[in-house]
């Protein structure tokens, strides 16, 4: 096992290499379609949307055509949930690099966002605790989204990719 524990068979299942793999390819898009919307302010996120999206139906097509067989419903969705996971949490890393390199106009966005709130007591301590945390919201939050997002997009594969019914 000279090859270490990340190879083994039992972790990189066919499954999981085609997540892997597609949710690798549309991470690195969301990402590039995040600095394009950062550059032109533009709802470019939209796009972004679509890639964890593609995440699933790239990771099935990519299953089907290394196995060379039809998915089930539960292995396309499955399949796309993690590759949409993984898209996502690619995705927020890159938005966190992408804040941390624009530091300055952040900061100072935040700290309008938060003069121009209202709030008093504990509602005001949980945006200030939000906003100084904001890169752990933005993992967790990411994740979460890209894992529905490639769910979606895992149903849109199974859907072009699927077995046959018996019926036909």
């Given amino acids: 096992m000279a090859a270490g524990w990340l190879t083994s068979d039992l972790l990189?299942?066919?499954?999981?290499?085609?997540?892997?793999?597609?949710?690798f390819l549309g991470?690195?898009?969301?990402?590039?379609?995040?600095v394009?919307?950062?550059?032109?302010?533009?709802?470019?996120?939209?796009?972004?949307?679509?890639?964890l999206i593609g995440c699933g139906v790239l990771a099935v097509r990519h299953f089907t055509k290394a196995q060379n067989r039809p998915v089930t419903g539960g292995e396309g969705v499955g399949m796309g949930a993690l590759a949409g996971?993984?898209?996502?949490?690619?995705?927020?890393?890159?938005?966190?690099?992408?804040?941390a390199l624009d530091l300055g106009s952040s900061q100072?966005?935040?700290?309008?966002?938060?003069?121009m709130t209202s709030l008093e007591g504990p509602a005001e301590a949980a945006v200030k605790a939000v906003l100084n945390h904001i890169e752990v919201v933005l993992l967790i939050a990411l994740t979460g989204?890209?894992?529905?997002?490639?769910?979606?997009?895992?149903?849109i594969g199974w859907f072009f990719w699927r077995r046959p019914s018996a019926a036909q």
């Fill in 12 to 23: 990189m299942t066919p499954y999981v290499k085609s997540a892997l793999a597609a949710g």
């Fill in 27 to 34: 991470g690195i898009i969301a990402i590039a379609l995040e």
């Fill in 36 to 51: 394009a919307d950062t550059l032109y302010n533009d709802f470019i996120d939209v796009f972004a949307c679509a890639a």
């Fill in 85 to 99: 996971a993984c898209g996502g949490l690619l995705t927020a890393i890159g938005v966190i690099v992408i804040i």
């Fill in 108 to 115: 100072s966005q935040l700290a309008e966002a938060s003069a």
């Fill in 145 to 155: 989204i890209g894992s529905v997002l490639g769910l979606v997009g895992g149903a």
